[in-house]
C-alpha cells in the first residue's frame, strides 16, 4: 500500500536540487548584472527560468572554471574563517574546491563560488596567480598551493570588462 501523502510533499533530494539551481540561477543573474549584460542581450541558453554556470563560461569564455554550490550547514560552524584558515582540508568548501572537475589544458585556475553565512551571499574560492587587490581577499597555503578567499563583486572587478576576458 502507497502512502497517500508521498505525491503531495517534495523529496528531500528534489528540494535539494531546486535550491541548488535557484542558487546557481542567482548566481548567474548577479554576474551578468555586474558586467553589464541583460539575459537577453547574452543570448544565454536556459531551462525555463533556470540559468547554468557552465553555460556561462562557455557563452563569455569566462576566465576561470567555477562551480557553484549551495553548501548546507555553513552556518552551523563556528568561526568559519577560523575553521576554513586553520583546518582547510576538513571544510566542505574545501572538498568541493578539490573535486571540481575542469579542462585543465584550457583554463589554469579553478574556483568555487558559495555563500558565506556573515560574510557575503557570493563568495568565491579560487587559486587564481594574482593576489586579490581590491576589497577583504584573504589567503592560506595548502599543499604548497595559494588559494584565495574574496567576494565575488571583487573577484569580477580584478577581471576587467567581459569583453578583455
Not at 68 to 73: A, I, P, S, Y
Not at 85 to 101: D, L, Q
Request: net charge negative.
Amino acid at each position: 500500500m502507497s502512502d497517500p501523502f508521498s505525491s503531495i510533499f517534495q523529496s528531500y533530494d528534489d528540494y535539494e536540487e531546486g535550491r541548488q539551481v535557484n542558487y546557481e540561477t542567482n548566481v548567474v543573474r548577479f554576474v551578468l548584472k555586474k558586467i553589464g549584460k541583460s539575459r537577453e542581450e547574452s543570448e544565454l541558453p536556459s531551462v525555463g527560468e533556470q540559468l547554468r554556470f557552465i553555460d556561462f563560461i562557455a557563452h563569455f569564455n569566462f576566465p576561470v572554471w567555477c562551480v557553484v554550490n549551495k553548501l548546507r550547514g555553513l552556518h552551523k560552524t563556528a568561526n568559519l574563517s577560523d575553521v576554513l584558515y586553520k583546518h582547510t582540508t576538513k571544510t566542505s568548501v574545501y572538498k568541493v574546491w578539490k573535486e571540481a572537475v575542469f579542462d585543465r589544458d584550457a583554463y589554469e585556475s579553478h574556483g568555487i563560488i558559495f555563500a558565506w553565512p556573515g560574510r557575503g551571499r557570493y563568495t568565491i574560492l579560487h587559486n587564481c596567480p594574482a593576489p586579490p587587490l581590491r576589497g577583504r581577499g584573504q589567503y592560506m597555503y595548502v599543499n604548497s598551493e595559494m588559494l584565495w578567499v574574496q567576494d565575488l563583486v571583487d573577484f569580477l572587478y580584478e577581471l576587467g570588462p567581459c569583453d578583455e576576458w
